[in-house]
């Protein structure tokens, strides 16, 4: 070796420089072909060209550091002389691939190239050393394409064309059914495409094709997909891709050759049977690119029972060393099997939860490992909604195809990414119907409800992709046709705009908009999400103990459905909704324009029943867990009727004139509502208000108490700034629980008083305002608007910007900014626990079913994070996950 820095790596002839452990240097790929080697297992053998090339050649302008070529050419000499064979050898060349791999896996996002090597003279030698005519020009002739398109931008279209028009004139359906002859003549019109595309003829000299080819695998790095799909799966702080240059093996061989694509087990259900495909007489990316439907993996077995057996074990060997379960990728060439790539498999939520607790039962994995390899987005995955039972009884499907990615999406039909993009913009839902996809169409796939196309099997590039983002997917429905701007399913023609409904679970393909219904708990998830809750449990931060999910929840429908997810509690009830009901509307809108507290008074008694009404299913619903319920927060404006007939009717309800009470609306107006007369400050000047919504709460507490329910309820002061209103107001409230609980100190004991921390100055003030409150719950919607004097509805305006120019790396109202909010968190939180050690803490923004805000609020010490209920199992995990990163 030269006496530099080492930036390649050889592996083959049984022994590897690198290993499994080296992924950063030598991507997932590369050090996946590594470990394989070391093991034994049969890996055609190559080099890799490490990621820190390509972290250089970015920085440099695109020039590659001093001493790599002479590597790799010391590398390819090792290679040639390990296999016996030339790069371009008239006799008997060697031929290689050249592909990406970086240290996170991107399936299809970046470029391969196969075949490389091959030129006339090595066509003619490999025909004769192989005595396979037809092999040899099929090679170099998917080496041209490959080349063409990605190494010098020849449209793939043109070689497609050409060799669709070959096989019309041929009047055959398949490649594998044109002769050695025909392909041949391909070859040449390929060159002579290659040829009027770039003004220069096809290159012979294989040296000139390889560094083409890794110029190419370098480039596409920051091609368009690539920086889309990075984006779109937040992978940050790579270094690059590596550059794997591996010998070729060839599935084209003949009729006892072929290549697949196979999971140690189900990658859409997670169940622990061997699950792939594999086609005949072909090359890789005929299996990924839905070409031909291939063949399932089982019927191997009857074709070569040896390689099947052989094959199987590989896979038990690779799944027990990296303990999960994984995606390989083999070829068999004239009965000979090779590994060409292993990685833990791409699965659905379903999958993953199911392979996480059969894993553990199997003793392959501890429960920490289960919890940590589940992410947030699959947990997601599983709480999509499904066709309603009610409707399958009578949909007839319009045909079935391969239930690629489960769930079901309803949507106009759409044939081009580019549409999908546009009618979504527009705000309309879309189901992408296609032959198949590509990389290019990933934007369009991202935006999708669902994708169904015609052919491709459980492993093609839509399959793939559709599992990894969650997206409903049916594959390989032959009887869809798409022929300009209208699909035919089946018996019944379709145009763009028409509505489908895709089943991903059964591949079913409906006609229509089908309603959906949402999922519930498999046993399955209730026993991963159970050990996450007792990672929970478990946890210990100084005098902190456990860590804990609440919902937001303001009915009891709502708490039903958060108490069915696993919330330990409602972390925030927000009582204004309440007062939306028809029952109550027309009373509190009373009250509103009422001039006296006596008349205030006289309606708010017509609701208060309903308020209790109200608590009482909550209460009931959480069956003694903690409610925090907060007081009325919104201005009074936002009651106020709009349309004459709602000013006519609370007109005549008040026995007013509809003039008088015009003028009584126009003095509710604010300037800046948000920043006005709501919150705490209605509970100031209009204290009635919530003395009625105290007495709702306690009389709803009573009378659970009294029927043996356990209840724990918290009163939450909202938009309060300074220490004296949470005085005034914990007064008044004390005062109407000691009223309303009489002898039941028990009761009037269990009922907690707290504060809305949701203004800057009240973090700041927080160790004044622990004196008269038992608990905060930081409301990270206002509080982040207040911090950034940012409207949470105006800032979609200028944020795109900001996120593009990386003045935020995030959405601030999506993940919680803690250089800034997330300080007075930890201030208030510093404050408070000065006054009161075991002051309780928590969050009840939208944040609070954030995983990244998660892991903050742990690590800021909070005791709970609040979040929608249908947020409550992502949040349980990465409760978990948090507690488990960061002990």
Not at 403 to 426: F, H, L, M, R
Not at 457 to 473: I, Q
Request: a negative charge; glycine letters at 10%.
């Amino acid at each position: 070796m030269m006496d530099t820095v080492k930036l390649v790596y050889f592996f083959g002839g049984g022994k590897a420089e690198g290993s499994a452990a080296m992924r950063r240097e030598l991507g997932g790929k590369g050090a996946n072909l590594a470990e394989m080697t070391n093991l034994g297992i049969p890996v055609p053998p190559g080099f890799t060209v490490s990621t820190e090339v390509c972290r250089l050649f970015y920085e440099n302008g695109k020039t590659y550091p001093n001493g790599l070529k002479a590597q790799v050419a010391e590398h390819l000499a090792a290679l040639e002389k390990l296999m016996g064979k030339k790069l371009g050898d008239a006799s008997d060349p060697l031929l290689v691939s050249v592909r990406s791999g970086a240290e996170v896996s991107m399936p299809g996002m970046m470029d391969t190239i196969l075949n490389l090597g091959m030129n006339d003279k090595a066509a003619a030698g490999l025909a004769a050393k192989t005595g396979n005519l037809r092999f040899a020009w099929d090679a170099y002739r998917r080496f041209i394409q490959m080349y063409g398109d990605v190494a010098m931008g020849v449209p793939a279209e043109s070689f497609e064309d050409a060799l669709c028009e070959l096989k019309w004139k041929r009047n055959v359906m398949l490649d594998t059914e044109l002769s050695a002859q025909d392909l041949e003549e391909l070859v040449g019109t390929y060159k002579a495409i290659y040829r009027n595309a770039l003004g220069a003829d096809f290159p012979q000299d294989p040296i000139e094709q390889l560094w083409g080819a890794i110029d190419a695998v370098f480039g596409s790095w920051m091609n368009e997909r690539a920086i889309k799909y990075r984006a779109l799966n937040d992978i940050k702080g790579l270094a690059g891709t590596a550059v794997n240059i591996q010998s070729m093996v060839f599935g084209n061989f003949g009729a006892d050759s072929g290549t697949g694509v196979c999971f140690s087990r189900d990658p859409s259900t997670g169940v622990n049977t061997f699950y792939g495909e594999y086609l005949m007489n072909a090359q890789g990316e005929d299996v990924v690119a839905g070409i031909r439907t291939p063949e399932t993996i089982d019927k191997l077995e009857k074709e070569n029972a040896a390689v099947y057996k052989q094959l199987t074990d590989i896979r038990d060997r690779l799944e027990k060393h990296y303990r999960d379960m994984q995606d390989m990728e083999f070829t068999v060439q004239q009965g000979k099997l090779y590994i060409l790539q292993t990685r833990n498999g791409k699965r659905t939520g379903q999958a993953a939860v199911k392979c996480a607790v059969d894993m553990v039962a199997e003793k392959l994995i501890t429960k920490d490992e289960a919890i940590r390899r589940v992410s947030a987005v699959q947990l997601d995955q599983l709480l999509h909604p499904m066709i309603s039972v009610s409707a399958l009884k009578t949909a007839v499907p319009l045909t079935k195809g391969l239930n690629a990615s489960p769930g079901a999406a309803c949507g106009q039909i759409v044939y081009t990414a580019s549409d999908a993009e546009k009618w979504t913009a527009e705000g309309k839902k879309v189901v992408l119907v296609r032959k198949e996809t590509s990389p290019e169409d990933i934007a369009g796939m991202v935006v999708s409800e669902g994708i169904l196309t015609s052919t491709g099997g459980m492993t093609s590039h839509a399959a793939v992709v559709a599992r990894g983002m969650g997206t409903p997917c049916v594959c390989g429905a032959q009887e869809v046709v798409v022929t300009g701007n209208t699909v035919t399913i089946g018996s019944r023609k379709f145009t763009e705009g028409d509505y489908i409904t895709i089943d991903g679970s059964s591949g079913c393909v409906y006609e229509g908009d089908l309603p959906l219904s949402s999922p519930g708990i498999s046993s399955e998830l209730d026993t991963f999400l159970s050990w996450c809750d007792e990672k929970c449990a478990q946890s210990v931060r100084g005098p902190i103990k456990g860590f804990s999910v609440r919902a937001n929840a303001d009915q009891g429908p709502d708490a039903v459905q958060a108490f069915k997810f696993g919330a330990e509690g409602i972390g925030l009830c927000r009582t204004e909704h309440m007062f939306f009901d028809r029952d109550k509307l027309i009373h509190f809108r009373a009250m509103i324009v009422s001039d006296t507290a006596e008349q205030r008074r006289s309606a708010l008694n017509k609701i208060l029943p309903l308020q209790q009404k109200d608590f009482t299913a909550i209460f009931e619903a959480m069956n003694g867990r903690p409610v925090t319920i907060r007081l009325l927060d919104p201005p009074l404006h936002e009651f106020i009727p709009h349309t004459a007939a709602e000013k006519d009717e609370l007109a005549a309800y008040m026995g007013i004139e509809a003039v008088r009470l015009a003028v009584k609306l126009d003095r509710l107006h604010e300037m800046n509502p948000m920043l006005g007369h709501r919150g705490c400050r209605l509970g100031i000047t209009y204290p009635e208000i919530y003395d009625m919504q105290v007495e709702a709460i306690v009389r709803a507490a009573a009378d659970c108490a009294a029927r043996g329910l356990p209840v724990q309820p918290e009163i939450m002061i909202p938009i309060v700034c300074d220490d004296a209103e949470l005085h005034i107001l914990r007064g008044r409230a004390e005062a109407i629980v000691s009223s309303v609980c009489g002898g039941n100190t028990k009761l009037a004991d269990s009922i907690k008083i707290g504060s809305m921390i949701e203004v800057p100055r009240a973090a700041l003030l927080a160790g004044k305002l622990a004196q008269y409150a038992d608990f905060f719950s930081f409301g990270t919607n206002d509080l982040t608007q207040m911090t950034f004097a940012f409207s949470r509805d105006d800032a979609v305006k200028f944020l795109p910007a900001y996120l593009e120019q990386h003045i935020f790396e995030t959405d601030p109202f999506k993940t919680l900014d803690e250089a800034g909010v997330g300080a007075l968190v930890n201030f208030a939180r510093e404050q408070s626990r000065a006054v009161k050690p075991d002051m309780k803490l928590g969050i009840c923004g939208e944040h609070g079913g954030d995983p990244v805000t998660i892991d903050f609020c742990y690590r800021a010490g909070l005791n709970y994070v609040s979040c929608s209920p249908y947020r409550v199992p992502v949040a349980r995990l990465a409760a978990a996950q948090a507690v488990i990163r960061n002990s």
